[in-house]
């Protein structure tokens, strides 16, 4: 199975700081998708980014505050902006890697926010 | 594309089969039903899907009604190890990448 790994694994910031979330497939996906989970809750889908153009956001998400990046094809970074509490919850992405008709998923990157 | 409805939360011993319902009533002919799970805030991890004919993996078994408005999940011998929340997911038509998660179902499996 395809492999799918995010920096950093855990983090704890404080409010107004943004931080970088990097996530890694270890093989060429077309699309790569990046979820929330809130604490005690399901996954959100915040958006889905193709490479060479700009990522596609989910009602409620706006690109000023979670810009992303996709510069190739195993690659992608998630921004959390001007952080407050209230983004704390884990960050996960994901990929159909080889084209497959399975998702997978990183093992997701889980954000404090004091 | 289609919403799906799992109960919150079943219960299932240790070395029994537990059976998981998932509702998609408003499922398209050719929308596919995923099934994951996620173990104490890990990734989801797949376990199986499937279109219109039942399925079996090492896993699972799938199996979907001949209206295709519902699936249950099988875990045929379940141990303390599938303690977890299953998701059921409807992959869309037009949006056919992206998976919307339901709330899923929190199976307990005691000893």
Redesign the interface.
């Known amino acids: ?1 395809a492999v ?1 790994s995010q920096k950093p694994s855990r983090d704890i910031c404080q409010r107004g700081t943004s931080l970088t979330i990097q996530c890694q497939v270890d093989s060429q996906v077309t ?1 790569m ?1 990046w ?1 929330r ?1 809130q604490p005690g809750q ?4 915040i958006a ?1 980014a193709n490479q060479g153009s700009e990522a596609t956001y989910e009602s409620g998400f706006v690109i000023d505050k979670f810009p992303i990046s996709r510069p190739n094809l195993t690659f992608s970074t998630l921004t959390v902006s001007n952080m407050s509490p209230e983004d704390s919850s ?1 960050y ?1 992405c ?1 990929g ?1 890697p080889g084209g497959k ?8 990157t ?1 954000l404090l926010v004091l | 594309d289609a919403k799906t409805t799992q109960p919150p939360s079943m219960d299932c011993a240790e070395g029994r089969a537990a059976n998981l319902p998932c509702n998609h009533s408003t499922i398209s002919g050719n929308e596919y039903v995923y099934w994951y799970r996620q173990i104490h805030s890990q990734g989801p991890q797949y376990i199986i899907h499937g279109l219109k004919n039942n399925e079996t993996n090492e896993m699972a078994s799938l199996i979907i009604t001949e209206d295709r408005k519902s699936s249950t999940l099988i875990l045929p011998h379940a141990t303390l190890r599938d303690t977890a929340v299953y998701y059921c997911i409807v992959r869309g038509v037009y949006n056919f990448n992206k998976f919307y998660f339901g709330s899923g179902t929190k199976l307990n499996v005691k000893p």
């Open positions: 199975s799918i699309m998708f979820y989970q399901s996954l959100t889908l889905t884990i996960l994901s159909f008709e399975t998702q997978y998923f990183g093992p997701g889980r």
